[in-house]
């Protein structure tokens, strides 16, 4: 297990010294410090526990498994999942590990195919006479 340091040079004044990742699952998510506060001569001392909790941030953006899609569809595939889209986040946590998917289609697109969750589907049955490029592209981005 990976050890953080905490630093008091007699300011009272706790620092760390090294970066925290919550995402980063070497580190631990909380630390319990004992301390110990003494007078100017030292001869009297008290002790306290400061517990240390991480917090995650919303840090990562998704990752999709593919940059790319490339489907090939046959005639009328009305409500027949084209492609279900695999997207993740490194964020620890919920809200920000939560991904939405956002269809940003041309005005051809926007008719002709559908994205509920993560899934695409045909809004209508497509025919062999359809011969348009669609420009289509999907977003995945964090809800927070």
Request: proline share 7%; charged share 20%; hydrophobic share 35%.
């Amino acid at each position: 297990m990976l050890m953080m340091r905490f630093q008091s040079l007699y300011s009272g004044v706790i620092t760390i010294s090294q970066p925290l990742d919550y995402d980063d699952p070497a580190i631990p998510h909380f630390w319990i410090l004992k301390i110990r506060a003494y007078d100017n001569d030292r001869v009297h001392s008290t002790t306290g526990t400061l517990t240390v909790i991480l917090q995650d941030v919303n840090d990562n953006p998704p990752q999709c498994t593919q940059d790319r899609y490339v489907i090939e569809l046959p005639e009328n595939p009305l409500e027949t999942r084209l492609v279900s889209l695999i997207c993740t986040d490194k964020d620890g946590t919920d809200p920000n590990n939560n991904i939405t998917y956002h269809l940003i289609v041309d005005k051809f697109s926007n008719e002709i195919f559908t994205l509920t969750n993560n899934e695409i589907k045909p809004c209508d049955p497509l025919s062999c006479q359809l011969s348009v490029t669609l420009a289509t592209i999907i977003c995945s981005y964090h809800v927070s």
